[in-house]
């Protein structure tokens, strides 16, 4: 690729300027080395599904706490700083000028690696909303808005001063990054707090699940996707020395991508109580997905034309090589998965993790090793200390992610088929839940050893990136640019004429159209563009959103659901910190194989109190959702100490601290007092009793453990108020409408 000639409408005064290439070296490090953290998290935890006791007896090394520390590091920390590394570089030479502001830059850089440690801390301390890919609280998520909107005033002040008149296509990429993900956070963030460290979500039940997955698989979409793909239509080229392959394929690319991702979310809640409109119309525009993304593929890999002779020797080009390909197979499997039958299979099993995976290592891992290791030379103006511990690190990369995907694939495979298996006389197959995740622990061995072979990859790529980085010269040599000015006036090109003969007037008309002269003026006017594409994210997710929300049949209220008591809601607390959403679901779906495991399928009014709502998005353990009165209060206690002492092959981690840790009964009135804002019918007066409530009901549940040959002393302890929250799930359906359950308020 060569970057485009100054537009004829520039001034003859041509002007020199410096880019800025310091904050580019920082966000470089940094990425680089919280890839390593992120991976390094993830194969403990990876350690820790087949052989719990790897999290040495401590709260805050719990598969639960650390699995959300994992994708936020691995989403946030590294890909966020990829993203910037990626933006900071390839702006100011595509818009021929210097950051709008150093002071933003560095606010920028130093705020968001806050963020991050906040993250670091918080996570492991069970301080989290529950929601998947947004569990920081809300503290830390007005944090990341305010560095954000810093970042976006960067970039936009550097395009309005810019010297190029057109904006190329990774630009529009990063546009849509800024524009869809501001939309995204703030929407999906909004909440009450009941405390610096806690807050409950805005929405509740079927509609904080349709939120959840607007945001989360936009999140994947504009954070894992948009901005990666506008790092590969510079950095490909770049490395290749080739122009990008087709320039009106771009075009269908990028707004295709803009407008049809945002729709897809709702189809990760097929069969569950989202009303079925809303996840059918998520897997319609999922499918379409297919074409616009393997187009951005074919654009990517068909650039490389002429230049496949170089990619068996150029270790950066295999990187992207693979990188795409994984971008073309990702963004097939996904529309795959939203088909309904096939959801059927793989929802809740580790076919998802496998997916999910294959994307984050083989797409963003490899684009993201790929750019740094282009970079590393050029920003440290060093030769690379070990040329050859690159191709190292592809083979490491390459070998070790295919360990990793290809067991957790058949993993996934073997729970869903499982799962759903019937004998002969019509009973479940394998009845026992846990038979199913025994089945597969070998699966897990084989992906420990995948994930230790991919961060042994980052771990050396990052060691090479340090000793290239301390060959550096005395003193950076400027990075000048030059280019003329861009005039204050400019005149548009008349409208290419149609190069059609002998047809309609409306065929000419196409024809021009489809010369995309409109959308080259688009790109000489940042602001039209920019609103563009707020136009089309927002009026994409106004449709879904509103029907969700104004049409009150897609949430059927249930006379007998009643709020939880305030102890069961400080149980719902602990359940939330201590990250059980990450193993058990609370949705079991209207599949015969799941009612006779589970009992009655799921009602959407059942949640109408859940903020957040709690329905998982994956099963190591068995759902949850019908647990209430099916076992003893003590088999819970015991459980909850030591999960052998009730199934002697579970895998889940022994949580003894819950049996040890003082319950704060007076955070029950903030609690109720933060529900009560969002409409849950909480009087004052309950308000004000609900210390003493809690502590009656804490008091009969201990009672009935120590009668039940349980351990006696919990009546002030976590357990007991956890154990209250399990007992009560999924029974208000079975009670009479005229019945009152004594415990709730």
């Not at 002779?309 to 097939?332: C, N, Q």
């Not at 004998?423 to 622990?441: C, K, M």
Request: with cysteine; charged share 15%; glycine share 8%.
């Amino acid at each position: 690729m060569t970057e485009r000639e100054a537009s004829p409408s520039t001034s003859s005064r041509i002007e020199r300027f410096v880019y800025d290439d310091d904050i580019v070296r920082k966000f470089l490090f940094v990425t680089a080395l919280w890839g390593v953290v992120g991976m390094l998290v993830g194969v403990h935890i990876a350690i820790e599904l087949a052989m719990p006791e790897a999290n040495l007896g401590l709260p805050w090394l719990t598969f639960g706490r650390l699995r959300p520390l994992h994708t936020n590091a691995v989403i946030f920390a590294f890909a966020g700083n990829a993203i910037f590394t990626a933006v900071y570089y390839s702006s100011q030479r595509l818009l021929k000028a210097r950051m709008y502001s150093r002071a933003l830059s560095l606010v920028h850089f130093w705020g968001w690696q806050a963020i991050i440690v906040s993250a670091a801390i918080t996570l492991p301390l069970g301080i989290t909303q529950g929601k998947e890919y947004a569990e920081l609280e809300w503290p830390i998520d007005i944090a990341i808005a305010l560095v954000w909107v810093v970042f976006a005033i960067n970039l936009f002040g550097t395009i309005a001063k810019r010297r190029e008149r057109h904006l190329y296509v990774a630009i529009w990429f990063y546009i849509g990054t800024l524009v869809a993900i501001t939309v995204l956070h703030v929407f999906n963030s909004l909440v009450v707090p009941s405390g610096l460290f806690k807050s409950y979500s805005l929405y509740a039940g079927v509609q904080d699940a349709f939120m959840q997955w607007w945001y989360g698989h936009n999140a994947v979409a504009f954070f894992l996707t948009t901005p990666f793909l506008g790092l590969m239509y510079y950095f490909l080229p770049k490395a290749a020395n080739r122009p990008v392959f087709s320039y009106k394929l771009s075009i269908i690319h990028f707004w295709s991508i803009v407008f049809i991702y945002i729709w897809a979310g709702p189809h990760h809640l097929h069969y569950t109580a989202l009303p079925e409109w809303a996840s059918t119309l998520g897997m319609l525009f999922s499918l379409m997905l297919w074409m616009p993304s393997w187009g951005g593929m074919l654009n990517g890999l068909l650039t490389l034309r002429g230049a496949w002779d170089r990619v068996a020797k150029d270790p950066i080009l295999k990187f992207y090589v693979v990188g795409v390909t994984f971008y073309g197979m990702s963004t097939f499997e996904g529309p795959l998965l939203s088909i309904k039958g096939v959801n059927a299979l793989s929802h809740y099993t580790d076919w998802t993790i496998a997916h999910v995976h294959s994307g984050t290592l083989g797409w963003v891992g490899f684009m993201t090793f790929g750019m740094l290791y282009w970079l590393t030379p050029r920003i440290f103006q060093a030769r690379m200390w070990v040329p050859k511990f690159v191709n190292t690190h592809f083979w490491l990369a390459t070998v070790g992610m295919l360990l990793y995907i290809v067991p957790i694939y058949a993993a996934g495979l073997a729970q869903g088929l499982m799962w759903r298996a019937f004998d002969d006389q019509g009973a479940l197959a394998y009845p026992d839940f846990i038979e199913t995740i025994v089945s597969i622990i070998p699966m897990y061995w084989l992906r420990v050893l995948g994930g230790t072979m991919f961060l042994t990859g980052a771990v050396l790529g990052f060691v090479n990136i340090i000793m290239t980085w301390t060959m550096r010269p005395k003193a950076y040599e400027l990075a000048v640019g030059e280019a003329p000015a861009l005039a204050p006036t400019f005149h548009d090109p008349t409208d290419p004429e149609s190069r059609l003969e002998g047809v309609t007037d409306f065929a000419h008309k196409l024809d021009v159209w489809l010369q995309a002269g409109w959308h080259r003026r688009w790109e000489r006017l940042p602001l039209r563009f920019t609103i563009w594409v707020t136009v089309a994210v927002v009026v994409a997710s106004l449709c879904e959103i509103v029907p969700t929300f104004v049409i009150k049949s897609n949430v059927k209220t249930i006379e007998t659901v009643k709020p939880y008591s305030p102890l069961e809601l400080l149980g719902r607390d602990i359940y939330i910190a201590e990250g059980c959403y990450n193993c058990h679901s609370q949705m079991v779906r209207p599949l015969h194989a799941e009612t006779e495991r589970f009992g009655e399928y799921s009602k959407g009014g059942e949640f109408v109190y859940d903020h957040p709502f709690q329905w998982g998005s994956r099963r190591i353990g068995p759902d949850l959702h019908r647990v209430g009165d099916r076992y003893s209060y003590n088999w819970h206690v015991l459980h909850l100490n030591d999960p052998t002492s009730t199934s002697s092959k579970s895998i889940m981690p022994p949580y003894p601290w819950l049996l040890e840790d003082e319950l704060d009964f007076d955070s029950t009135q903030r609690a109720m007092r933060a529900n009560q804002t969002l409409g849950v019918p909480y009087t004052d007066q309950e308000i004000e009793d609900a210390p003493a409530h809690a502590r009656a009901q804490a008091a009969g549940i201990a009672a009935e453990v120590v009668e039940q040959d349980g351990p006696p002393g919990i009546e002030d302890r976590k357990v007991v108020a956890l154990v209250a929250y399990l007992q009560r799930l999924g029974t208000d359906i079975f009670a009479k409408p005229d019945e009152v359950v004594e415990e709730t308020p």
